[in-house]
């Protein structure tokens, strides 16, 4: 196997979000500007709004029939209230926005287009939807997941780690990394026990890989691929830093990657392997 990894790099990448309406909007990029203007601190607030003057960004609504239906039972499995499953249910029209922007730092197709959905939210008290997910954000989670003067929001609060049964172990993957250009991280096989700490494992290897493929985008002229390590190294403080949080000790462990059909990028090994990285990372004999 080589040493490096070679990951397509598309040309654009989209967020979209969806506000479920109680009525229509007479103007609803002019509420989302008002909105911004007066509760977005900068930079994210010059980012917005800059956004939303340009073809980069639009704002559709329309009577909720004429879009497709939301999932209500993924938006229920993901959380959602049963007091915003009925608010979704019952609106008789939606705004559904959209960004796009390229590959790269900052993702501001995905800040902008929550921050203008959350704008529209909060102004109508109306419940909104990350269509990516799915999942219905909450005002609180959502105001928290988008960067503030003091620097860029936790990766959790971008990133899903679902896990599924099977008779060999557990399949556990990163549903987020796709929004920022990646293929998702995924480990096949995963006993039981070993769930929550390969888990966490994996949250700070999604960390570190999308450090990496940030890293490795220029800021000028778009490539076609790039490069990243097959063999990465992770530790704890890149797990504290995916959740937003400080971590004084350095112990690292270095996972290989496989870039697989889909594409999706494959971390980890047998059993045991997984068992001996879970150990050496966060100590004992075993991860249970």
């Not at 499953?85 to 939606?94: H, K």
């Not at 797990?239 to 990028?265: K, W, Y």
């Amino acid at each position: 196997m080589g040493e490096n990894l070679t990951l397509p790099v598309p040309e654009t990448l989209y967020g979209t979000y969806a506000v479920a309406l109680a009525e229509p909007l007479a103007d609803p990029a002019a509420l989302a500007h008002e909105h911004v203007t007066r509760h977005t601190a900068p930079p994210l607030r010059d980012l917005v709004r800059g956004m939303l003057g340009s073809p980069m960004l639009t704002l559709d609504q329309r009577p909720a029939a004429d879009f497709p239906p939301l999932p209500a039972d993924l938006l229920a499995a993901y959380g959602a209230a049963a007091a915003d499953l009925e608010a979704i249910a019952a609106a008789p029209f939606v705004v559904a926005v959209r960004a796009a922007y390229r590959p790269g730092r900052p993702p501001a197709h995905e800040w902008a287009s929550r921050a203008v959905a959350g704008a529209l939210g909060a102004a109508t008290g109306s419940p909104v939807i990350d269509v990516f997910t799915p999942q219905v954000l909450t005002p609180a989670r959502l105001l928290r997941s988008l960067p503030g003067p003091e620097g860029a929001p936790r990766l959790t609060d971008w990133m899903l780690l679902p896990h599924t049964s099977s008779a060999d172990g557990f399949f556990v993957t990163t549903k987020g990394l796709a929004r920022f250009g990646l293929p998702e991280l995924q480990t096949e096989n995963v006993p039981p026990d070993l769930v929550e700490p390969w888990g966490r494992l994996l949250n700070g290897l999604a960390r570190r890989v999308l450090d990496l493929w940030l890293d490795a985008l220029p800021a000028g002229e778009q490539p076609l691929t790039v490069d990243i390590p097959e063999t990465v190294t992770v530790g704890l403080r890149d797990i504290a830093a995916a959740q937003g949080t400080d971590e004084p000790l350095r112990r690292e462990v270095s996972v290989r990657l496989r870039l697989d059909p889909g594409p999706v990028l494959t971390a980890g090994a047998a059993p045991d392997r997984l068992d001996t990285l879970c150990a050496a990372l966060f100590g004992g004999r075993t991860c249970r």
